[in-house]
């Protein structure tokens, strides 16, 4: 009797690919036409990619509303976690909802429907400003968890607003940028304190001048 042989089973890193296609399909959905049209079979077709593989992935919409949220969550973490000082952390975020507007879109479609952001993502952003708020150089008083709040809600709401009103998003995004830098260097912080703010505040001439 002849010997048979299994079939090969599909390799791993052909269903960690498809789903990173399947991902990145559906944030550019998100971006493009918000969350309501998120579905898995459009999705698929997007990620050039047929139903049957991707319900292997996301058994319903939820699921691939949640894995977009937990792949958002993650880069936000490991975003903080970099080493930074607080002149690159404002330019980092601004930057990032800007660039990204599934961030924004979800986002404000989660807060609208009564889902609560990300839990982690959001609990460790509080925690990373509350050791900034305790620190030497911020003055008494600050409100960690409310700063978080005026935060993200800034960058919500510039990520929409930015696309329709500004031809050149990254240059109006830098001067929402300096300005939310001079509220943190005069609300926050005490000058003496932060001199990487200080000087980014300064004219690019003055800066140069001061270059040995």
């Known amino acids: 009797m002849p010997e048979t042989h299994a079939p ?4 791993r890193s052909d269903f960690d690919r498809n789903r990173t296609r399947l991902l990145a399909a559906a944030r550019r959905l998100v971006a493009e036409h918000g969350p309501e049209s998120l579905t898995v079979s459009e999705v698929a077709h997007q990620a050039g990619l047929n139903r049957t593989t991707a319900y292997q992935h996301f058994r319903s919409r939820d699921e691939l509303v949640g894995a977009v949220l937990e792949e958002m969550a993650e880069e936000f973490e490991s975003g903080l976690d970099q080493p930074r000082s607080a002149s690159e952390l404002i330019d980092g975020m601004t930057r990032v909802f800007a660039e990204r507007g599934e961030i924004a879109r979800l986002g404000v479609h989660l807060l609208l429907t009564g889902d ?31 700063l978080a709040h005026i935060l993200v809600g800034t960058c919500l709401v510039w ?45 690019a001439r003055a800066r140069k001048k001061e270059t040995p």
């Open 8 to 11: 090969p089973r599909r390799r």
């Open 116 to 146: 609560p952001l990300p839990r982690r993502g959001w609990d460790r952003f509080v925690a990373r400003l509350g050791r900034v708020a305790r620190g030497s150089s911020a003055q008494s008083g600050v409100d960690a968890e409310m």
């Open 159 to 203: 990520a929409l607003r930015a696309r329709t009103e500004y031809d050149d998003v990254p240059a109006a995004t830098a001067r929402l940028s300096r300005e939310m830098k001079r509220l943190f260097l005069y609300g926050l912080f005490r000058p003496e304190e932060m001199p990487d703010l200080v000087d980014s505040l300064r004219p």
